[in-house]
């Protein structure tokens, strides 16, 4: 038992420690994107360098990438992988995915009204967004969603395929963020306080899902089915 509780304050304790950093990390990023300070200050010539590079194949490939990572459709895979876990019995693993993802929406909603920033000028962007800038809903969704899916196919796996993991979700985020510039819907501080927010909110959300799987045995048993934190499998 004296073992387990360690277990348990030892990834609390971790979590938290990932939480403030990144929290305080998002803070710096969005008060540079609102301010024009420090990361900010490379907003412009970003963008420029991102008009220069334009090209047709390029465009249909940033439109689709971006389209697939958007937040409608991340919201939409959570929701499909969140209801087979349940129906596979793995309720916790289900909660955590829906919960990550319906809270990033919410976070970077508030945020975006709270900065009410402004995009890109109109003439540089190559679809159409209405909303606030700060910060990009499509970095924000993607970091959290892909983020959770990787923390549920974590557990038991070799190392060879978490690193793939980690690869292919980093290639995958990154993507999708650099297609918000490229379209010119997004300043680059906009796309960097989006991965900081949502790495935060993932952060938080993998640390109390963490939490509630390493509970002592006795508080446990009373939780129907926990998981072990890998597809397909459970404790």
């Known amino acids: 038992m004296d073992d387990e509780s360690s277990g348990v304050r030892a990834v609390v304790a971790a979590g938290l420690a990932a939480t403030v ?42 439109v689709t990438v971006t389209t697939i990572g958007s937040t409608a459709a991340m919201a939409v895979l959570s929701v499909l992988v969140g209801g087979w876990l349940w129906v596979r019995g793995r309720r916790l693993d289900a909660v955590f995915l829906v919960v990550a993802m319906a809270g990033a929406s919410v976070v970077f909603r508030l945020l975006k ?15 159409n967004e209405t909303n606030e800038s700060l910060p990009s809903g499509h970095a924000t969704m993607s970091i ?34 650099a297609t918000r510039l490229y379209l010119g819907v997004h300043w680059f501080s906009d796309v960097l306080a989006g991965w ?27 939780t129907p089915r926990a998981t072990n934190g890998t597809f397909g499998q459970q404790v």
């Open 21 to 62: 950093v990144l929290a305080a990390a998002a803070g710096f990023l969005l008060y540079a994107g609102a301010t024009g300070t420090g990361p900010g200050t490379a907003d412009v010539p970003v963008l420029t360098e991102f008009l220069e590079v334009r090209s047709v194949d390029a465009t249909t490939l940033a």
């Open 113 to 127: 009204l709270a900065f009410d920033r402004p995009r890109p000028p109109a003439v540089d962007r190559l679809v």
């Open 144 to 177: 959290v969603v892909i983020g959770a899916l990787v923390a549920l196919a974590w557990g038991r796996r070799r190392i060879a395929t978490r690193v793939g993991l980690l690869v292919a979700a980093t290639l995958w985020v990154g993507t999708v963020g």
């Open 196 to 222: 900081l927010v949502g790495a935060a909110w993932l952060a938080v959300c993998v640390t109390v899902w963490a939490w509630w799987r390493r509970r002592p045995a006795a508080a446990r048993s009373a």
